[in-house]
């Protein structure tokens, strides 16, 4: 039982650059999350989503696009990157969008 | 707005002292409020939420409404406890968190 899964761990890009950041749950949570966390700050929401297809901006979503297209699957992408997206982003998921989040082990990015 | 404030970054302490980590929040409404904790290399994980008004590890946390506080405390302080802590505020199905505290225990 995995829990939930961040993919890749690590990532340096370039600035202009694009990807996909992953998260896999094996829980069968309906609500997932997309947060960073960046010294000072704290952990900030990015987007989230209440069920399979839907999807709802947090507090700084902008740079940012989300998709759920699977239950299990909550994906991350940054379109055009910029050294300010440079940050530990972090993955969970909750079966009730209460308190009880299982966080994956992150994914530290490097915008260069 | 909805808010969290941890106005600490780093608590530093010594072993056996006691600990209290601040926490105040915002928020229009009853409040349910939660601790996390991040040990290095781990992930975060739920220390704490005060509608259980449970102790873990030590660590309780009250919530005082009319001074908007949840702080977290642990009478004597152990090297282990020594980690990252997010003070965190429920809202419409998600988490709001606050910028966390480093808590540091020294030998």
């Known amino acids: 039982n995995a829990g939930v899964t961040q993919t890749p761990k690590f990532r340096v890009l370039k600035t202009g650059q694009s990807m996909t950041l992953l998260c896999a749950q094996d829980?069968?949570?309906?609500?997932m999350y997309w947060y960073r966390q960046d010294p000072g700050m704290g952990l900030r929401l990015i987007h989230y989503?209440?069920?399979?297809?839907?999807?709802a901006k947090g507090e700084v979503p902008d740079g940012y696009n989300v998709s759920r297209l699977k239950k299990q699957n909550f994906l991350l992408g940054l379109e055009s990157a910029a050294p300010s997206q440079t940050s530990v982003y972090f993955c969970?998921?909750?079966?009730?969008?209460?308190?009880?989040?299982?966080f994956g082990s992150g994914t530290r990015l490097t915008v260069v | 707005a909805q808010r969290v404030t941890q106005p600490e970054k780093l608590l530093s302490v010594f072993k056996g002292a006691p600990v209290e980590l601040k926490c105040n929040y915002s928020?229009?409404?009853?409040?349910?409020l939660f601790w996390y904790v991040q040990y290095s290399r781990q992930r975060l994980q739920l220390l704490l939420r005060?509608?259980s008004r449970e102790s873990i590890k030590g660590f309780t946390a009250d919530l005082n409404k009319g001074e908007t506080s949840f702080h977290l405390k642990k009478p004597f302080a152990q090297e282990e406890d020594s980690a990252m802590y997010y003070c965190?505020?429920?809202?419409?199905?998600?988490?709001?968190f606050g910028q966390g505290t480093t808590l540091q225990v020294k030998p």
């Open positions: 969970a998921s909750s079966q009730t969008g209460d308190y009880g989040y299982t």
């Open positions: 829980m069968n949570h309906e609500y």
């Open positions: 989503s209440v069920g399979e297809g839907t999807t």
């Open positions: 928020y229009s409404g009853s409040p349910e």
């Open positions: 005060h509608i």
């Open positions: 965190a505020l429920k809202s419409a199905g998600k988490l709001i």
